[in-house]
């Protein structure tokens, strides 16, 4: 085994290292199911392992989901591996974490250097952004492989011009992935890249698309896109109505694009994303933007070179254009675009590294990784107390000791499959394995109307006083709460419903 070799498995054993170490970071510290709209993703493989809906699922409010369940789908095996954990739920976005970073490695190597493709992907697994999608139970990680591999598929295929047709069919298998993840935009975050094209030929050193065989090649895996993803969207359909249609496009893709518009639109809103990408990825965002003017004010003499970081540039400002003018915006839509700028920004740290001394440079750079980490670490280990004011303290709290009611609930022998629930947390349902959507007053009211027998009633912030059930059913009595210190606000309570 020659010394590029060896040097190339060390790479590949430090980016595993540094991402199982942040991923464990964050696994160690209190758990956030409560927030960042996981809820929604709990819900939905509750309902697909519970009760066996593959085609379509439902939050644990019974609402239709709002995007194509690819996520959902992987989560199934580390469920049935794993059970109802956090752990289960979490271990897919690692997965594809790591293989954003492997594949960033990858690629960065062969096109700029070993230390470039190296940097890039700690850019990956360090950067502050990454460091909280490593768990998230979102799906943006999954969306962010998909658009990658697609990307550079298209990329390699556009490059190799004839002999591109597997690769050609390679990014439409990927494109569809990206669309059964999160919709349509999938296929026009992956193929943005290739503006690239427009870019080359003004600069006379173009290969254009169509001497590529582009057209020519396009059949077979177009024909695959449409058998995944209207093959999907054909039985999804038929299992759930026009409910998809109304929660999908005019919900989810027409609301998102255009009606959330009608309120007033400020120019502002322009340099949110942009706003994004700066702070949450430092510092490797600083590298990027600097790599970025540097493509335009010295684009790289050597064809190959200059192509791809072109086609990284268009990569990444096509899907800043499109995040920048749609108006509900989040720091979490950019993480797809993220592999790209990676790569440039691990090329430009390569530079810095070559002019300050590489040995200066990696001792930089163990300071500046500890930081990181660090930083990670006590923001995970900072565990909230009860008398908490912000939401995200009081959410993290509330998934605590959801786990624990959960827990003690299972201790007391009673049947969670009896339970009606109002306003549990959701996170209960996950640690009790239930999928029991909640119900409004008015139809526990109906149920209570038409029950044959004691109906068990769980509540979360409700009061029994609240539902006004004590004149009809005058022998209800509460058979649990948690915590069981009457001092302390209850989590979870239930009681038991007769006549």
């Keep these: 085994m020659n010394r590029r070799s060896n040097s190339a498995i060390l790479w590949l054993a430090l980016i595993v290292v540094l991402c199982s170490l942040v991923f464990a970071l964050r696994m160690r510290g209190p758990s956030d199911l409560e927030s960042y709209a996981q809820v929604l993703n ?43 954990t956090r752990l289960a739920l979490a271990l897919p976005s690692f997965l594809c974490v790591l293989g954003v970073a492997l594949l960033v490695f990858l690629v960065g190597r062969r096109r700029f250097g070993e230390l470039a493709g190296g940097l890039a992907a700690l850019a990956v697994v360090l950067a502050p952004m990454m460091a909280k999608q490593v768990a998230l139970v979102r799906t943006d990680p999954l969306f962010a492989l998909t658009i990658s591999a697609a990307a550079l598929a298209a990329f390699l295929a556009w490059e190799r011009g004839a002999a591109g047709k597997k690769l050609w069919l390679l990014f439409w298998l990927m494109a569809a992935l990206a669309t059964l993840t999160k919709g349509p935009l999938g296929l026009v975050l992956a193929a ?127 899907g800043l254009l499109i995040f920048s003018l749609v108006k509900h915006q989040r720091a979490d839509h950019l993480v797809p675009l993220w592999p790209a700028c990676a790569l440039l920004a691990g090329r430009q740290l390569a530079r810095l590294a070559q002019r300050v001394g590489t040995t200066r440079f990696a001792g930089i750079g163990v300071v500046v990784a500890t930081i990181l980490i660090g930083a990670a670490y006590a923001a995970v280990n900072t565990r909230p107390s009860r008398e908490a004011k912000s939401d995200y303290a009081r959410e993290m709290q509330l998934a605590s000791d959801a786990k624990l009611a959960a827990e003690a609930f299972t201790e007391s022998g009673l049947d969670a499959s009896r339970l009606q629930h109002i306003d549990t947390p959701a996170t209960l349902q996950l640690h009790l394995g239930t999928y029991r959507p909640y119900l409004t007053r008015q139809a526990l009211a109906s149920m209570l109307a038409t029950a044959s027998g004691p109906v068990d009633v769980a509540l979360g912030k409700t009061s029994i006083e609240g539902l006004d059930l004590g004149e009809r059913y005058p022998h209800t009595a509460r058979i649990f709460r948690w915590p069981a210190d009457e001092a302390q606000e209850p989590v979870f309570q239930v009681y038991r419903v007769a006549r």
């Design 42 to 84: 709990v819900g939905y493989i509750l309902d697909l392992m519970t009760r066996g809906h593959w085609f379509v699922q439902y939050d644990l409010e019974g609402v239709i989901m709002s995007k194509p369940p690819l996520h959902t789908w992987l989560l199934a095996p580390s469920v049935a591996l794993l059970g109802f």
């Design 192 to 318: 943005g890249g290739l503006l690239a094209h427009f870019w080359e030929r003004a600069g006379g050193a173009g290969r254009p698309l169509a001497h590529t065989g582009l057209l020519a090649t396009q059949v077979p895996g177009v024909v695959l896109f449409v058998v995944l993803t209207v093959g999907w969207f054909a039985a999804a359909w038929f299992a759930a109505g026009q409910a998809l249609i109304d929660k999908m496009f005019f919900s989810e893709l027409v609301y998102h694009a255009l009606s959330e518009h009608a309120g007033g639109w400020k120019a502002s809103a322009l340099f949110k994303p942009t706003a994004f990408l700066l702070v949450r990825y430092l510092p490797f965002s600083l590298a990027f933007f600097y790599a970025l003017w540097m493509v335009f004010r010295h684009p790289a003499s050597e064809a190959g070179e200059r192509r791809f970081e072109r086609f990284l540039v268009c990569w990444v400002l096509v």
